[in-house]
């Protein structure tokens, strides 16, 4: 079960805008074979989806928990969904 296919959408919140969120989580997703995407939303959070193997998604959520060094991650919200709804690759969305 560890390794079947997961898919989460995540919120992330606190200072996770203006410090590179986005770049980080796209290279941290690409460098652990996630597909997904990240974008910011206008009230200051971070979205993302993120889907693979349950062992590389849990270590991104682990990851994404501390952010790169110049953010603050307040706490993150999770949502299951469906992984043959994410696109192949990671993205950064506008």
Do not use: C, H, Y
Request: glycine share 10%.
């Amino acid at each position: 079960m560890r390794n079947e296919t997961q898919a989460k959408r995540l919120r992330i919140t606190g200072r996770v805008q203006g410090v590179n969120f986005r770049a980080w989580t796209k290279a941290q997703a690409e460098e652990l074979d996630l597909r997904g995407w990240v974008r910011n939303e206008p009230d200051g959070a971070v979205a993302a989806v993120i889907a693979g193997p349950g062992s590389a998604v849990a270590t991104m959520l682990e990851r994404l928990r501390s952010g790169p060094p110049a953010a603050s991650v307040a706490g993150i919200a999770v949502e299951e969904t469906d992984p043959s709804n994410v696109p192949d690759g990671f993205a950064i969305r506008r």
